[in-house]
């Protein structure tokens, strides 16, 4: 019993048998092909002409033999009937007619290749093999039936014999072209039968009619078998030939496309290279001028931090002179404690260390001196402070990456640039809670000198600048804020255009050509973040610094 499930639906491909075999499909297939077992189907129609040169060609390579064996044949036939030629002259004169188109036939044959030379076209060569061949044929039927009444039964046998022996080799050479075969085989075998209807009687003569009748349709069948199987072996290579052209084609077509795609390969090898040669250059001169930005900036500065230290050196300076003449005081005293010691006359030197101790203001003196000492010290720090800080700024080259504190950035920036600052603004400070970035620590300390540079030249009269951090989710923001006349809109598009300058940055003695800004923005582009600007005429300006809290490798960082 089937089952009550049901498979999946068939394809059409599958039920119309493309895929696999159908047998409704197939049988109408073989019904038209038993109908049309000659007529060439429209897939092989563009074949015609090379299956009729082929055919005519092997038509022509297979004869020679046959064509030398029926001189023999011939012979034979004529010893059977030499009796009967004298009772019917017209059957000699046949052979001779016979004999004299055997041989120009041989010839033909023989000289196939000048043949086609001449007669390049298919079908003509094929009527100057085929006209000779079935006019022999129709000569010796003609033969059989005009001796027939003159011949004995065992003539009529040896006939039979000799029409089925030659026209059996003749499938050999002749099934290439089914037509001359048939044509020249059939009245042959026919003529027997009539011959036989004619001639003497037989003893078997129905056997001999049946025999007659199956090596006629015998032949007539293998005839055409052995022609459908030369003709299916020739187009099957025709479609070989035309395959292995396509694949040849094809192949020649995948070599120029695979040649061409390794020439664009080399050649996009080559453009890389030209384009890493290119980057490393771009990097070295971003190196170079960012290397410049930075001690431009502190030439620029240089007037300010000269004053912040010449201050604390000036007092130093002054403390140490200070100190200077309190120890040469101190000297005398300590001096005078000793010429007093080594003398017996106590009272006259305690009354000299008295007035020494008065003139010298040594209670004055000794209570002076921690607080220059003090005084001096600080003074010393900020020297050394305002140095290491310059140091950390000016330092060159690519520093590698550091989790560092950016309010330690901003006031290390905010101390090499305080001359130039505070002298315009008031400094405010409205600091958020930041965890450690992830940066190279001198360049961005580049782009806050330069964001408070620029808020400090843009001031026209003393305002405030305001610094504001905090931190959003993955990254942190950092917004310096000045109070000054602000951008206008035409110019706020170009603000961080290399050599682009504002007005008042223009009117700036000594300031840079217009790339602190451009600097600060491959900067922070370069460390994955952004910076933007807001500005409203006569109000000032904020520019806004994101920077990520970690640091993301690039293909800059790689090179």
């Known amino acids: 019993m089937q089952s009550g499930k049901r498979g999946p639906r068939p394809s059409a491909a599958f039920r119309q048998g493309r895929w696999f075999p159908n047998p409704g499909h197939d049988r109408r297939q073989r019904q038209i092909t038993m109908r049309n077992p000659l007529k060439l189907s429209a897939q092989d129609q563009p074949y015609a002409g ?94 059989n039936i005009i001796a027939a009444p003159l011949i004995t039964a065992e003539q009529l046998v040896m006939l039979a014999i000799i029409a089925a022996g030659i026209n059996s080799i003749a499938i050999i050479s002749m099934s290439s072209s089914l037509g001359t075969y048939l044509l020249y085989m059939a009245p042959n075998i026919g003529s027997i039968a009539v011959a036989e209807l004619i001639g003497p009687p037989l003893a078997f003569r129905g056997v001999f009619l049946f025999l007659v009748g199956t090596n006629l349709l015998s032949l007539v069948v293998m005839a055409t078998s052995v022609h459908l199987k030369a003709r299916r072996n020739i187009l099957l290579q ?77 007092f130093v300076r002054s403390n140490l002179h200070s100190l200077a003449s309190y120890v040469n005081d101190l000297v005398a005293v300590m001096k005078a404690y000793e010429n007093a010691e080594a003398t017996r006359d106590g009272e006259v030197e305690r009354r ?66 305080a001359h130039e600052i505070e002298r315009n603004a008031e400094v405010v400070r409205e600091y958020g809670t930041l965890p450690p970035v992830a940066c190279l620590p001198g360049q961005i300390n580049q782009v806050f000198l330069n964001l408070l540079v620029h808020a400090a ?51 700036q003695v000594g300031t840079n050509p217009g790339l602190g800004l451009s600097v600060s923005y491959n900067i922070v582009q370069q460390h994955g973040g952004s910076i933007d600007v807001a500005s409203e005429v006569g109000k000032g300006s904020t520019f806004t610094v994101r920077l990520p809290i970690e640091h993301r490798p690039s293909v800059e960082d790689a090179a």
């Not at 607080?371 to 010393?380: F, R, T, Y």
């Not at 706020?492 to 009117?507: E, G, N, Q, V």
Request: with cysteine; aromatic share 6%; glycine share 6%.
């Open 352 to 417: 000299k260390l008295a007035e020494l101790k008065r003139s010298t203001d040594v209670d004055n003196v000794i209570g002076d001196i921690p607080p220059l000492i003090a005084e001096s010290s600080d003074g010393l720090s900020r020297v050394e402070k305002i140095v290491r800080d310059l140091k950390k700024f000016s330092h060159g080259g690519k520093a590698s990456w550091q989790s560092v504190d950016l309010h330690e950035c901003i006031e290390t920036t905010l101390n090499l640039a």
């Open 238 to 314: 025709l479609r070989n030939n035309e395959m292995n052209a396509l694949l040849q084609e094809v192949n020649c077509q995948l070599k120029g496309e695979v040649e061409e795609r390794m020439a664009a390969a080399a050649e996009l090898k080559a453009r890389n290279e030209d384009l890493e040669a290119l980057n490393l250059r771009m990097a070295k001169t971003h190196a170079r001028m960012l290397q410049s930005e930075k001690m431009a900036s502190i030439g620029q500065l240089a007037a300010g931090i000269a004053h912040e230290i010449n201050n604390p050196i000036a």
């Open 50 to 143: 090379s299956l009729e040169e082929i055919l005519v060609d092997d038509l022509y390579r297979r004869a020679p033999v046959p064509a030398v064996m029926l001189l023999p044949v011939l012979g034979a036939f004529y010893w059977v009937l030499a009796d009967v030629i004298p009772q019917r002259p017209v059957i000699g004169w046949i052979f001779i007619a016979l004999v004299l188109l055997v041989i120009p036939r041989l010839l033909i044959v023989l000289r196939a290749d000048r043949i086609k030379a001449r007669f390049p076209e298919a079908h003509q060569r094929l009527l100057f093999f085929a006209v000779p061949t079935v006019v022999v044929g129709l000569g010796m039927s003609a033969i």
């Open 457 to 507: 030249q843009s001031l026209v009269h003393r305002g405030t600048i305001t610094i504001r951090t905090g931190r959003d989710g993955d990254s942190v923001w950092v917004q310096v804020q000045d109070t000054g006349p602000g951008v206008s809109p035409e110019d706020l598009s170009r603000i961080f255009d290399p050599f682009f300058t504002t007005d008042f940055t223009a009117k």
